[in-house]
């Protein structure tokens, strides 16, 4: 509990976190809150392309509007939150305990399994992500467990060398050295006195990762390669509204506006929590 | 510096075979038969199996590596399943647009990533600083398929609706207008402009953003050193201390930054030439993607590795170049 206790001391970090329990919020409790039915279209020709704020024939108020098939933009976003929020979390978990296992792994070790180790780690780090992601989409059906895992295995390379460097920092401690010689195994050293200490950096790679996921995720979803329809995610709304950018430009802006809030509210998180830990690293971090 | 060349060169290939092996392994691997693709549904099972004999398809798996590669070191990649042409012609056509998109963008972004993080931090705390932060940490969080699209909205559907005038609007789609073959060298030139500005300015907006946070991080730091105080204390005038203690000092990691930012970079570039159908080769791969075109996607996989690491090599040059530290100790 340490962590929210530091997340909330920063004032960024807060903001980023209220916008993010927020979305989640709205993710979770979506069947309920949403005002209609995401997949509903009723009579398409009197309700699509109607603006926000308008009356629909049926007497309801359309706060944010319809797409070209009339159905309620509102209540779509409210759908796409959930695939976005959760591809991205899963995916960041998966990132950062495979990065997590590679990085402490090879600082444990030292040696040739350290070399190889962030050797493939470099390797995997000079690829552009979305390459990697086209090419091992294109190899099977895109689906849900598919995307996840995809950008959870593109995503680990940073946290393995963040978490190498974190593990070779606490093993130069006495600690460290104390619990060697009183005889822990390799095993019990990492589980028991290294991860435990490195946590709160792993978390903060966790927070950016899960924006990183988030984004890529509506990329995916853009390019009719991500989590298939009918369902609506916010990178299938955003392809829809490429469609209809003239008559009806609120129908890809909103859900950009949507993946552009999580982003930053995960970045927030994120740099709020390094700043707290590390008061020298002023907000800096490469793109 | 020359043994240090000697083995990024060297690690740079191993890396690319590395990267191409991962990719046919993974191919190979997949579900689906090439085989059944090249011949459509319709083709009986006899066809299907001369099919498999004339792709090689029938052969054990690591003779049909060392095959493909020893034809991959030679540049012969094949042929495209979609387009029926050699994969090596496919790309080499492509080349070009993308190497002018992101080289563009790269320049756009430091210039103007250095320029607005200097100003940041020469006005820390003061109201210019915090609204610059908050801007670009927003378009740093903006994907760049859907800035890309607002784009589109504001400066070529909005900008004609709106009747801004013409040095405002500019158009949506391709690398050149109809008309571009009878133009005279100047006009193409100036046609090829109009057709990258909003591409460009997609890729740069984003990349300026997130240079411009990290810059201001390393020039505030370096700001708050002894040698920066003691500069001012002998009374040098701070234009000279910008430059000369505060921006020599400070931009060094910047320099590494640029090569870390290439796999970055060429990611937003993908769906910018989507978007923009700007004739490159992120749009080619996009496309092979969708018709299931494995010999174009592994090749546009390479060439995207390789185009990585040549980057990464030549942001190690330019270190050695501006931090004399290194080059004294290589000595």
Request: hydrophobic share 55%.
């Given at each position: 509990?340490n962590v929210?206790?530091t997340?909330l ?17 709205v ?7 949403a005002?209609?039915d995401?997949?509903?279209q009723p009579d ?5 392309f109607?603006?926000p ?21 509102l ?16 995916a960041?978990v998966?990132?950062v305990?495979l990065?997590?296992?590679v ?5 444990l070790?030292g ?8 050797a ?6 000079a690829?552009?992500?979305?390459v990697?992601l ?6 099977f059906?895109?689906s849900?467990g ?10 680990w ?8 460097g ?11 050295a104390?619990?060697?010689?009183a005889g822990a195994s390799?095993?019990?050293l990492?589980?028991?006195?290294l991860?435990p200490?490195?946590?709160t ?25 991500g ?14 509204g490429?469609?209809?950018l003239?008559q ?9 506006l ?22 020298a ?5 490469p793109g | 510096?020359?043994r240090?060349i000697?083995l990024?060169?060297?690690?740079g290939?191993?890396l690319?075979?590395?990267v191409v ?10 579900p689906?038969?090439p085989?059944r ?6 083709a ?8 498999r004999?004339?792709l090689?398809?029938?052969r ?24 029926q ?14 190497v002018?998109?992101?080289a563009g ?10 320029i ?15 609204a ?6 927003i ?21 004609a ?6 040095w405002?609007?500019f158009p949506?789609?391709g690398a ?10 100047g006009r193409?030139?100036l046609?090829?402009?109009e ?9 740069a ?15 505030v ?7 920066v ?6 009374g040098?005038s701070?234009?000279?201390?910008e430059?000369?203690h ?7 990691p910047?320099?590494t930054l ?25 749009r080619?791969m996009v496309?092979a993607?969708g ?7 592994m ?5 995207f ?5 040549i980057g ?12 004399p530290?290194?080059r004294?100790?290589?000595?």
């Amino acid at each position: 509990m340490n962590v929210i206790k530091t997340v909330l001391r920063d004032r960024r970090a807060a903001v980023g976190l209220g916008v993010l329990a927020l979305l989640a919020i709205v993710a979770v409790f979506a069947p309920w809150i949403a005002p209609h039915d995401p997949l509903a279209q009723p009579d398409i020709l009197r309700t699509r392309f109607l603006g926000p704020f308008t009356t629909a024939p049926d007497g309801t108020i359309r706060w944010l509007g319809t797409d070209q098939l009339g159905r309620d933009l509102l209540s779509r976003l409210m759908f796409g939150a959930r695939i976005s929020l959760s591809v991205g979390l899963l995916a960041a978990v998966i990132a950062v305990a495979l990065g997590t296992a590679v990085g402490s792994v090879a600082a444990l070790f030292g040696g040739a399994v350290e070399g190889v180790l962030m050797a493939l780690t470099d390797a995997a780090l000079a690829l552009p992500r979305v390459v990697l992601l086209l090419a091992l989409v294109a190899l099977f059906n895109p689906s849900f467990g598919l995307v996840v895992i995809v950008l959870g295995f593109t995503g680990w390379m940073p946290v393995a060398r963040l978490a190498r460097g974190e593990v070779k920092g606490i093993m130069a401690q006495p600690y460290a050295a104390a619990a060697v010689a009183a005889g822990a195994s390799p095993a019990r050293l990492l589980l028991r006195h290294l991860l435990p200490n490195a946590l709160t950096p792993m978390i903060v790679a966790g927070a950016l990762g899960v924006g990183n996921a988030i984004g890529l995720e509506a990329g995916l979803s853009f390019l009719g390669l991500g989590v298939p329809a009918p369902g609506p995610s916010w990178g299938n709304m955003i392809a829809s509204g490429r469609d209809a950018l003239i008559q009806a430009p609120w129908i890809a802006t909103l859900p950009g506006l949507a993946v552009v809030a999580a982003v930053v509210g995960c970045n927030l998180v994120g740099d709020g929590l390094l700043d707290a830990l590390d008061p020298a690293a002023t907000g800096s971090r490469p793109g | 510096m020359i043994r240090r060349i000697t083995l990024r060169l060297v690690s740079g290939f191993g890396l690319v075979l590395a990267v191409v092996t991962i990719t046919f392994v993974l191919i190979n691997l997949a579900p689906g038969d090439p085989a059944r693709l090249w011949v459509g549904p319709a083709a009986g099972q006899a066809e299907l199996e001369s099919a498999r004999h004339a792709l090689g398809l029938d052969r054990p798996l690591p003779v049909r590596y060392a095959a493909w590669l020893a034809g991959f070191t030679r540049g012969d990649w094949g042929t495209s399943l979609a387009q029926q042409r050699p994969v090596s012609r496919v790309l080499r056509d492509a080349l070009p647009y993308t190497v002018l998109l992101s080289a563009g963008s790269l320049l756009l972004t430091y210039l103007g990533g250095i320029i607005v993080g200097m100003v940041q931090a020469v006005k820390r705390r003061s109201g210019t600083d915090t609204a610059i932060t908050v801007a670009t940490l927003i378009v740093y969080g903006m994907p760049a398929y859907w800035l890309a699209l607002i784009l589109v909205l504001v400066f070529a559907f909005g900008a004609a609706r709106f009747g801004w005038p013409g040095w405002l609007q500019f158009p949506a789609l391709g690398a050149s207008g109809l008309d571009a073959d009878f133009l005279s060298p100047g006009r193409q030139l100036l046609d090829r402009l109009e057709h990258l500005a909003l591409p460009l300015t997609t890729l740069a907006l984003i990349g300026v953003a997130g240079t411009a946070r990290y810059v201001r991080g390393a020039l505030v730091d370096v700001r708050d050193r002894d040698f920066v105080r003691t500069a001012r204390a002998k009374g040098l005038s701070p234009w000279h201390i910008e430059t000369r203690h505060v921006m020599r000092n400070g931009l060094i990691p910047v320099v590494t930054l640029m090569g870390l930012s290439l796999p970055a970079l060429f990611s937003g570039a993908v769906f910018v030439e989507v978007i923009f159908a700007w004739p490159g080769i992120g749009r080619e791969m996009v496309a092979a993607v969708g018709a299931r075109d494995y010999p174009v996607v592994m090749a546009a996989t390479a060439v995207f590795a390789a185009l990585v690491i040549i980057g990464n090599l030549a942001a190690d040059l330019l270190y050695a170049v501006v931090d004399p530290r290194l080059r004294r100790s290589a000595r």
